[in-house]
Structures are given as C-alpha cells and as structure tokens.
C-alpha cells in the first residue's frame, strides 16, 4: 500500500467523520481514469447494459449506480465488488470477464456513482483501498 493512499484513506475517514458519516463524492480521490471508464462502459453496453441498462440504471437486473446501490455496497470494498462481478457476471456467462475487464467495468461503475476520474488507472491492489461510501 503506497503511503500515499493511506494518507488519504485517513483523511476520508476524518472527513466522513466531520459530515455525521457523509462524506462528499467530491472530495474523494481519483481512482480510475477517464479512458478506462470509457472502456468499462463500451464493455458494459454490450456485456452488462441489457441487465442493468446502458447508465447502469437498472432493469431486469438491480441498479448499479444511485443510492439503491451505494445502500447495499457502502461500507464493503471496491475489491469485494470486483470479485462478485468477476465470480457471477454477466449471469449466464459468470468467469469469462479476464481481470483488466472487471478493473474498467469497476472504473465505469464507479464514475456512474460520482467518483471522479483522475490520471492514474484502477489497479488491483488500490481495489482494497477503496472503500464505497454510503450516501
Ligand atoms: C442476464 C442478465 C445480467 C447480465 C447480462 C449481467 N447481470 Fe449483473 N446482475 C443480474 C441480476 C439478476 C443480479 C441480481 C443478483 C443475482 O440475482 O445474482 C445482478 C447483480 C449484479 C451486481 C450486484 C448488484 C447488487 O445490487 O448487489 C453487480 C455489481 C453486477 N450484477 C454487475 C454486472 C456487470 C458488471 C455485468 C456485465 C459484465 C453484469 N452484471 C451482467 C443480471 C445480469
């Protein structure tokens, strides 16, 4: 873990701690970049869209983006979400996303849900540092 990234775990907590639990989406690190979002939602519309909807509203499978969704996973990691998606999506075809895929399927979820994108890409050890926000 890259002192860096403590730091800033450290200073997110003392920031939720100030806003009663909220902390703003804002003021949240960047944890993806932008082209990387862009490949996760390229992939998202052809392999998860019909499911979740092409903003990932929801459909016949749950939001994965909005305050339904930051309900069920706030306080879990990014990285738990990266195993559920890499161990059971897309239904029907769950095991066949190649690890590079589920980081830019994590990136456009996580730019769908208001973290902002920034120049370094999401890699799988910062996975475990993310922790998603409730709202
Ligand atoms: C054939 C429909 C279908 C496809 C395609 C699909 N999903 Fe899902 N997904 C579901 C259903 C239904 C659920 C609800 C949980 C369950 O029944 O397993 C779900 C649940 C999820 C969840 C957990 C949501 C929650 O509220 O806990 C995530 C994250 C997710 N899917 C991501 C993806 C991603 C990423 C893709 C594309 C790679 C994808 N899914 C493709 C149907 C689908």
Redesign the pocket.
């Known amino acids: 873990m890259k002192p860096a990234a403590l730091t800033w775990t450290f200073l997110l907590s003392l920031l939720a701690l100030a806003h009663g639990g909220h902390a703003h989406l804002g003021a949240f690190p960047a944890w993806y970049s932008p082209a990387q979002a862009e490949r996760g939602r390229a992939l ?1 519309l052809r ?2 869209a ?3 909807g092409p903003r990932l509203e929801g459909r ?3 939001p ?1 983006a909005g305050p339904r ?1 930051l309900a ?2 706030g306080g879990r990691t990014a990285e738990e ?1 990266a195993r ?2 890499a161990a ?5 075809r769950a095991g066949t ?1 190649e690890e590079a895929e589920v980081l830019d ?1 994590l990136a456009f979820i996580l730019q769908a849900n208001g973290y902002p994108a920034g120049k370094q890409a999401l890699q799988t050890k910062t996975l475990k540092q993310i922790q998603i926000l409730k709202p």
């Open positions: 998202s392999q998860c019909a499911c979740h016949y499978g749950p994965l969704f069920r996973w979400l559920y998606v059971r999506m897309p239904q029907g996303l399927l």
